[in-house]
Each structure stands twice: as structure tokens, then as C-alpha cells.
């Protein structure tokens, strides 16, 4: 009545009597949900590779340590090394 299309009539959402159908809220829904899982599963992903990334490092970092304590490299080397893995 006071908005074209949306009004009595089955246009747009609007159900025979204005009331909203259902049935055509069911697809937005799907929709909506599939964005918000979406957006979920990116956040997600980023957080573990970040994970990842820090996992590797270390285990890079506890290695050189163990190197160097065995006396495999010298001092300069393991502090060179170390530098370049932390940049």
C-alpha cells in the first residue's frame, strides 16, 4: 500500500497479504549463511598459517641452536644465520 512492490499483491518478499513469504526468505538465509561461513573459514586459514609460519621458525631457530652448541658452526655464522631467520 505505501511502498510500490511491496505491498498486497505477492511482489518482491512480500507475502498475498503483505505479510513476508517465507519461502522466499529460505534462499537470502543460504546466502547469508554461506558469506558468514565464508568469512569464517578465510579468518580461519589466515590464523593457521600465521601459526604455521611461527612453528617453522622456531623449529629453524632450535636447530641452529643445537648446531651451534655442537660446535658445527662458529659464532659468526650461527649469528648471521640467525639474523636472516628472524628478518
Partial sequence: ???NGF???GNGFAGPYGEPNFFMMIPM???LLMVVYLIFKTVNNKNLNYANAN????K?????????AKGEINEEE???KKNQLQR
Fill in 1 to 3: 500500500m505505501f511502498c
Fill in 7 to 9: 505491498g498486497a499483491g
Fill in 29 to 31: 538465509m543460504i546466502i
Fill in 55 to 58: 612453528t617453522s621458525l622456531s
Fill in 60 to 68: 629453524a631457530i632450535i636447530i641452529l641452536d643445537e648446531r651451534f
Fill in 78 to 80: 650461527y649469528l648471521a
